[in-house]
């Protein structure tokens, strides 16, 4: 089990600038989240994914972001037009309804900057 | 509308002693609720959780405990270790697999 991985660890881009980011859940997990955490605060739901089917997106999802998760396996979160309002730590989760508690296990997280 | 408050920013407890971190909801569809822990720079960690059908739940030195008509839950952590220094976040969701709402989270500090 080598857990959620997310990359880049990092991304520092400028203003108006499109971003992409991506998530490898669990093997096995089929369902995969997408969170948002700035400083002081918890992460807050985006969107998240059964499969390929996106079942539910959070009104913080705004217009300029768009997830997919094509094949039902890893996803992609894209931020087009980045504003300095969007910098925050974007963390991706996994879950497997198999397990009887369906929890969700957290990536590293991708930190981004919008300068 | 915080849906989950941690009110207590910080906690500060000696190695050895008991640490109890609170934790309200306001959302009575709430049905499942856990408890992360989380160090900088890296994800939350899952810690421990709950389902609303029970009032205790316990794993090693962690214990959740659910108070349904309070709409409060409280993660134990007994004895505390200087490790468990992190910040702990309180989620919850109306069933297990769907948007886990957090807390603002609370600051442990373990002292040896």
Known sequence: ?115 | DQQVKQNSPSLSVQEGRISILNCDYTNSMFDYFLWYKKYPAEGPTFLISISSIKDKNEDGRFTVFLNKSAKHLSLHIVPSQPGDSAVYFCAASSQAGTALIFGKGTTLSVSS
């Open chain 1, 1 to 115: 089990d080598t857990g959620v991985s997310q990359d880049p660890r990092h991304k520092i881009t400028k203003r108006g600038q499109n971003v992409t980011f991506r998530c490898d859940p669990i093997s096995e997990h089929n369902r995969l989240y997408w969170y948002r955490q700035t400083l002081g605060q918890g992460p807050e739901f985006l969107t998240y994914f059964q499969n390929e089917a996106q079942l539910e997106k959070s009104r913080l999802l705004s217009d300029r972001f768009s997830a997919e998760r094509p094949k039902g396996s890893f996803s992609t979160l894209e931020i087009q037009r980045t504003e300095q309002g969007d910098s925050a730590m974007y963390l991706c989760a996994s879950s497997s309804p198999a397990e009887s508690t369906d929890t969700q296990y957290f990536g590293p997280g991708t930190r981004l900057t919008v300068l």
